[in-house]
């Protein structure tokens, strides 16, 4: 029988099961002592078959497509009209991580995903559209440094040029993917848009201070920021670290030190912008051997386009000038631009007022850091709600969301979908109004 849902508690059979659930995930991985799973790895296959498993037993239909995404469906009880899809909302998030990472980042929003369409279950709601609950295979980039491979095969927009990237490890993606005598274009032929999208919502940590800043449990995304990543090449020239001279050297380590810390200056300089080094290969990296190539990432962010594109070029003239000073070349890659990405008004409202359920007031942010539903939001409506972050720390193991804050998510989303499912928001093949 349904419940009526002004009276709709959480099970708290659910919310355990939640938090043992991220716990087991949290301790899958392929490093020891730490949480690392990159794209298309063994521990990521082993994250995957627990959530088939998991789902079969919410009685979900559970496929791995041919990137490494696991959905798990849903049908609803509506017959469908020949030749017209049925509606579909997806809800996930992603099950890679970065490198030493927190339990929370990703896995919160496919585990309450999960435990939202268990909760719909057991209040014997039945939503006239197909769910999907969604596992997303990368997002982070963390073994090609091009996030988002997941979410942009989910949704057909996964590009051929991208197979010839080459991970740290030396491996193409091409080779990754041409695994067991497959081969990577025909993985790519594989890929589609779902038919009958109406739209997804993701339920993410907040990764920044400010919901526990106003002492809240969860908020509302207004819109995810522009983010640019970029390799930087330096090249100079290997020499005796004994015998060349100081003014002699060509030393490409000292260049590229000197260009971090402008692009520290050049974020410290614009309100709201953010920038990071996180990585840095030296060649050939002995201690008597001056420096003679140097390979950096680079991550840049603002919530404004136009200000990250201006940046940006800034910054290539500053490097440019401060690597010639030095006798050193520089070659900029970009290997990834995203525009900042909007949060769907109606969809938002949906969460918003389930927000207003559990709290007094709701908190709305822009989201610093990237998300699939920024590669979801080329073909449908998105909103993402965000849980409290102890202390803002992210991308590192002290991640933490308490089960409080957690319930209070599963509430929303499950109120959200409930809403959805009654019509309180009009949906169509085409999105919701
Ligand atoms: C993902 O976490 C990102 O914003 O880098
Ligand atoms: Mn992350
Ligand atoms: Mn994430």
Known sequence: MEVDRASRPID?????RLQARLDELGGISEEPGRLTRWFQSDAMRRVNQRMIEWGTAAGLVPTVD????????????VVPTPGVPRPLLVLGSHLDTVRDAGRF???LGVLTALACVEQLQAWGKVPPFDVEVVGFADEEGLRFQTAYLGSAFY???????????RGEEGVTLREVLSHEGGVAESVL???RTPDGLIGYL???????????SVDRAVGVVSAIAAQTRARLLFTGRADHAG??????RRDALCAAAECILAVEAKARSVDGMRATVGQIAVEPSASNVVPATVTLSLDIRHAVDAVLAAAVEQLKLETARLAAVRGIGLRWEILQEGTAVPMDEHLSAVLRSGVERVQRDVPVLVSGAGHDAAV????CPVAMLFVRCRGGVSHHPDEFASPTDIAAGLSVLADAVCRLADGDVAVSGKGIR
């Open 12 to 16: 708290p059979g659910i919310l355990a």
């Open 66 to 77: 041919a990137i490494g995404n696991v959905r798990l469906r849903r049908d609803s009880a």
């Open 105 to 107: 980042d990703g896995p």
């Open 155 to 165: 949704i057909g927009q996964f590009q051929e040029a991208w197979l010839g990237l």
């Open 189 to 191: 032929a594989a890929q």
């Open 202 to 212: 993701e339920v993410h940590i907040e990764q920044g201070p400010h919901l526990e």
């Open 243 to 248: 015998t060349t001279s100081m003014e002699l």
């Open 376 to 379: 979801m939001a080329r073909v």
